[in-house]
Antibody
Framework: EVQLVESGGGLVQPGGSLRLSCAAS????????MNWVRQAPGKGLEWVSY????????YYADSVKGRITIFRDNAKNSLYLQMTSLRAEDTAVYYC?????????????WGQGTLVTVSS | EIVLTQSPATLSLSPGERATLSCRAS??????LAWYQQKPGQAPRLLIY???NRATGIPARFSGSGSGTDFTLTISSLEPEDFAVYYC?????????FGQGTELEIK
């Protein structure tokens, strides 16, 4: 079974840092591009970042550029999101999602999400 | 950035009725549009990709149509489990963007 499991969320003060992890299983992780997508409480979905299967191509949303770094460890079947200079508006559930080539390179599947709360 | 506008914001229907959800793009996305379903407390689930292709395991009552800037998700006969929030998403350009969602609620 294809599975993505996020971890690392929690309460952090404004200006603080946090690293999110996404553990992949049930598929050959190194062959897939991956993404982070977030959802603020009661709000819609916002794509955050993309990384290619090899890690050589990376994109960020303007809202997080310069503050967030996406990276992966294919040997550990894991995706990461290093978040710094966190703001209240970064409060959200963060999902990792696979770029699925068999479904047109859309987000499929998604993990269950991990909640990041930025507050003093 | 391509802006996706979904309408209506909320749709109130009864089980067995037909649901029609709309997504309009601020510029052409060709057929590079997907639909997702999200239930409370759950992650989104891919329903339709490339405007009209059902994802694996998605029931035939879900269908998508459109190209360019105007897209439609149709649920032919609503089941109780279909009441949820639906999002469209484009992959034509970076950044990938989502619509603001349509909440499908039980009337």
């Amino acid at each position: 079974e294809v599975q993505l499991v996020e971890s690392g969320g929690g309460l952090v003060q404004p200006g603080g840092s946090l690293r999110l992890s996404c553990a992949a299983s049930g598929f050959t992780f190194s062959r897939y591009n991956m993404n982070w997508v977030r959802q603020a409480p009661g709000k819609g979905l916002e794509w955050v970042s993309y990384i290619s299967s090899s890690g050589t191509t990376i994109y960020y949303a303007d809202s997080v550029k310069g503050r967030i770094t996406i990276f992966r460890d294919n040997a550990k079947n894991s995706l990461y999101l290093q978040m710094t200079s966190l703001r209240a508006e970064d409060t959200a559930v963060y999902y990792c999602a696979r770029d699925d080539n068999s479904s047109g390179w859309y987000f499929d599947p998604w993990g269950q999400g991990t909640l990041v709360t930025v507050s003093s | 950035e391509i802006v996706l506008t979904q309408s209506p914001a909320t749709l109130s229907l009864s089980p067995g009725e037909r649901a029609t959800l709309s997504c309009r793009a601020s510029q052409s996305v060709s057929s590079y549009l997907a639909w997702y379903q999200q239930k409370p407390g759950q992650a989104p689930r891919l329903l339709i990709y490339d405007a009209s292709n059902r994802a694996t395991g998605i029931p035939a009552r879900f269908s998508g149509s459109g190209s360019g800037t105007d897209f439609t998700l149709t649920i032919s006969s609503l089941e109780p489990e279909d009441f949820a929030v639906y999002y469209c998403q484009q992959r034509s350009n970076w950044p990938r963007t989502f619509g603001q969602g349509t909440e499908l609620e039980i009337k």
